[in-house]
């Protein structure tokens, strides 16, 4: 069993997870691996551990469902080896908003959202009472972009973003890291999913990629990483406007511009 804290990622059948649980264990990580498709994680950790020496544990989830996410909660509650959460289990779905049907919506946001907050809930209670840990959520840049057309996966991916840097401000004092990580384009099936070739895509970053620079922000401590931003300056920018608004957005008086002539 390693000394360093094990790691519990989401989604770790394929893509991002996959890879994160890889880099995980080459840095001598044992592992706890969920997602819904058991061969996949089993041939995921039976390589790893063979390369590796890690423990990996898996751990069969469809985190849309209530007993499922039940099980991952109570590992993450119980288990005080697990010191690093990475929730990262998402999808998408192709269309508009008014060819996607409301089941398919729901479900997209239960996976993106209501399940990374129960898992966070799971965990973050522990983490601070030991005063150490971390917790990484995978958002998207289209959180940032409502212009990128996909509405309601890109509002799920906001919800990651926001609920990332509150919950950063909450347990970054109790000594809890918490990073969210923004990729954008990157080769996965998940573009499979949404009906897209990702072949057929100009600026696709590698999954292995961007996984390494993720990891660079996680070891900076980084409260938002975002991997394909050349000009960190933008982000800067944008969050110190933000920053600059927050004195502002609460007063008794409508403004000026919304008052009624009389
Ligand atoms: N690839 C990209 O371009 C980008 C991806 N992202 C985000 O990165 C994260 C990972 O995506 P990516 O690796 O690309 O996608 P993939 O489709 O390649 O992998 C998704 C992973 O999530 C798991 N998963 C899907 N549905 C469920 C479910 N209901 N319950 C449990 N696990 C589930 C899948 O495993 P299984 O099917 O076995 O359950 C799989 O391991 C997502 O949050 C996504 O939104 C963000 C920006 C860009
Ligand atoms: N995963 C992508 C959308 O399907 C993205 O976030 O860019």
Redesign the pocket.
């Known amino acids: 069993m390693s000394q360093l804290p094990a790691v519990l990622v989401?989604?770790?059948?394929?893509?991002?997870?996959a890879t994160y649980a890889e880099r995980f264990a080459r840095r001598g990580h044992d592992l706890v691996l969920?997602?819904?498709?058991v061969a996949?994680m089993e041939a995921v950790a039976n390589r790893l551990r063979q390369e590796t020496g890690v423990t990996i544990d898996i751990l069969q989830?469809?985190?849309?469902q209530a007993a499922d996410l039940a099980k991952v909660e109570v590992r993450l509650r119980d288990d005080a080896r697990i010191g690093i959460l990475v929730n990262?289990?998402?999808?998408?779905i192709g269309g508009t908003f008014v060819e996607q049907s409301t089941d398919d919506m729901t479900r997209l946001v239960a996976?993106?959202t209501a399940a990374l907050v129960r898992l966070a809930s799971a965990i973050a209670p522990r983490l601070a009472k030991a005063g150490e840990g971390a917790i990484v959520n995978?958002g998207?840049v289209v959180g940032l972009a409502p212009e990128f057309g996909m509405t309601v996966y890109g509002a799920t991916k906001a919800f990651v973003l926001f609920l990332s840097q509150g919950l950063g401000l909450e347990l970054g004092p109790k000594g809890v890291y918490v990073q969210a990580v923004l990729?954008?384009?990157?080769r996965?099936?998940?573009w499979e999913?949404v009906g897209a070739d990702v072949n057929a895509m100009n600026n696709v970053m590698e999954v292995g990629d961007l996984v390494d620079a993720a990891l660079v922000g996680f070891d900076r401590r980084e409260p938002v990483t975002i991997p394909p931003l050349h000009d960190a300056g933008q982000w800067e920018a944008l969050e110190a406007a933000r920053r600059a608004m927050l004195g502002n957005l609460v007063n008794a008086l409508p403004a000026e511009r919304y008052r009624t002539l009389a």
């Open positions: 989401t989604g770790a059948s394929t893509g991002i997870g969920v997602a819904r498709d996949r989830a469809d985190l849309t990262n289990a998402g999808t998408a996976l993106n995978i998207s990729p954008a384009t990157t996965t099936e998940i999913h």
